[in-house]
C-alpha cells in the first residue's frame, strides 16, 4: 500500500512538471479561441460530419504537440534550428525534383509510408533559425549579417513560391521579416520598401482595367494568380467563375448584420453558395451566424492571444526567446489579417487558413507548434527567477 502511495506521486509530481511548462493565460485564450472554433466547425461541416470528427482528432493531435514542446528548453530549440532548417530546406527541393502534383500545385512530397507538405514545417524552422542567428552575432550585429539572414530567409520562401504557394510563401516570408526587424534592421531600409510597396498597390488600383486586360502577361506569376488579383479589383467581371468566392462570401458577411442569423442557421453557408466554407472561408459561415458581435468577439481573442506573445517575448531574459516569439506573435496577426482579408474581398484570394479555426490538420499542428515554442520560452524565464 505504502509503494502504491509512493508511485502515485510520482506520478502527480510528473504530471505537475509536465504542466508546469504551460502559460495559464496563454492556455486560457487559445482554450477559449479552439472552444469558440469548434463551435463555428461543427455548423461548417453540419452536412459532412466525418469532417467533424476529423477536426476533432486534429485537435488531440495539435494540443498534444503542443504540450511536448512545450517542455523543450529554448537552449535545445537553439541546437535543433540548424538541423530543422537545414532538413526543411532540402525537403522543399525534393519537392521541386519529385513532388507530387495536386489541384495544379507541386507541393506534396510522397516519403513512403505518407504524403507531407514540407512547406509547412518551414512556417517555424524559419524564425527558429534566423533567432538562432541573430542569437550567435548579439555581440556585433553588422550589415552582413542582415544580408546572410536575407538569403537564409529567401532560399525557402522562392522554392515555395515556385511550387507555386503564394499563400506559405508570404506567410514564412512575413515570419522571417518579424525576425529581422525585432533583430534592429534600420527603419531608413523599411520605410523605401513601404513606399515602393503603397505605390505599387495605388498603381495597380488605378491601372486595373490596362494590366488585367487580355493578352497582358506579369512576369513571374502565374496565369491563376494573376487572376486572382484582377478578380480582387473587380469580382463582377467574372461572377460565375474567378469572382464568385468573393462575391458570396462578402453577402454571406454582410447579410448576418450586429447578432447573425444563429448558430447552423446561415442560408448562404447550408445552401452551399459559400466555396470552402470549412477551410479558407470559414470566417464568412461565422460572420453570416454569429453577426458583426461574434467576428468582434473573435478579435478580441485574437489580439488578445498576440498580445500575450508580444508579452513574453518582452519578458524573455536571451535574444533568442524575444526574437522568435516575436515572430510567431506577428504571426499569428499575418494569418488571422490575410485571411479576413482575402475573404471579405481585401486582398487576393491566396489559400491561407484562418488560424486555429479553419479546418486542416498540418496548419493547425503548426500553429499549436508555435504556442509550444511560446510556453517554452516563458517556462524559461519563470525557472530563471526561481
Request: hydrophobic letters at 55%.
Amino acid at each position: 500500500m505504502q509503494l502504491t502511495a509512493s508511485k502515485w506521486s510520482a506520478v502527480r509530481e510528473r504530471i505537475g512538471g509536465v504542466l508546469s511548462a504551460l502559460d495559464p493565460p496563454l492556455l486560457a485564450i487559445t482554450v477559449l479561441l479552439l472552444s469558440l472554433a469548434t463551435l463555428v466547425m461543427g455548423s461548417a461541416t453540419a452536412d459532412f460530419m466525418y469532417r467533424f470528427e476529423a477536426h476533432l482528432v486534429n485537435l488531440a493531435v495539435a494540443l498534444s504537440v503542443m504540450l511536448v514542446v512545450a517542455q523543450i528548453p529554448p537552449l535545445r530549440l537553439m541546437q535543433l534550428a540548424l538541423p530543422f532548417y537545414a532538413v526543411g530546406v532540402v525537403l522543399l527541393i525534393g519537392v521541386e525534383l519529385f513532388g507530387e502534383t495536386s489541384k495544379g500545385a507541386q507541393r506534396w512530397l510522397n516519403i513512403g509510408f505518407t504524403r507531407i507538405q514540407p512547406s509547412e514545417m518551414l512556417k517555424i524552422s524559419v524564425p527558429l533559425m534566423l533567432a538562432w542567428y541573430f542569437h550567435r552575432h548579439e555581440a556585433q550585429l553588422r550589415v552582413r549579417d542582415f544580408l546572410v539572414a536575407a538569403v537564409i530567409l529567401l532560399i525557402p520562401v522562392l522554392l515555395i513560391f515556385h511550387q507555386p504557394d503564394l499563400g506559405t510563401a508570404i506567410l514564412v516570408l512575413a515570419a522571417g521579416v518579424f525576425v529581422i526587424f525585432f533583430a534592429g534592421l534600420s527603419w531608413k531600409l523599411i520605410i523605401p520598401v513601404l513606399t515602393v510597396g503603397v505605390i505599387a498597390i495605388a498603381a495597380l488600383a488605378a491601372e486595373g482595367d490596362a494590366i488585367c486586360a487580355d493578352g497582358v502577361d506579369w512576369p513571374g506569376f502565374k496565369a491563376y494568380q494573376r487572376q486572382r488579383v484582377c478578380t480582387l479589383l473587380d469580382p463582377t467581371t467574372d461572377p460565375r467563375g474567378s469572382g464568385f468566392h468573393i462575391i458570396q462570401s462578402s453577402i454571406a458577411i454582410g447579410s448576418g448584420g450586429v447578432f447573425g442569423k444563429g448558430w447552423r442557421e446561415g442560408t448562404q453557408t447550408h445552401l452551399e453558395f459559400v466555396p470552402e466554407r470549412h477551410t479558407d472561408f470559414i470566417f464568412a459561415v461565422m460572420a453570416e451566424e454569429f453577426g458583426l458581435a461574434g467576428a468582434v468577439v473573435l478579435l478580441c481573442i485574437y489580439i488578445a492571444m498576440i498580445g500575450r506573445g508580444l508579452m513574453i517575448a518582452a519578458r524573455s531574459p536571451m535574444l533568442f526567446g524575444r526574437l522568435l516569439a516575436g515572430a510567431i506573435s506577428l504571426s499569428f496577426f499575418t494569418y488571422a489579417f490575410v485571411n479576413m482579408g482575402m475573404v471579405t474581398g481585401l486582398l487576393p484570394v491566396v489559400g491561407v487558413p484562418l488560424p486555429f479555426v479553419s479546418y486542416g490538420g498540418t496548419a493547425l499542428v503548426t500553429l499549436c507548434i508555435g504556442l509550444g515554442l511560446l510556453m517554452s520560452i516563458e517556462a524559461q524565464r519563470r525557472r530563471r527567477q526561481r
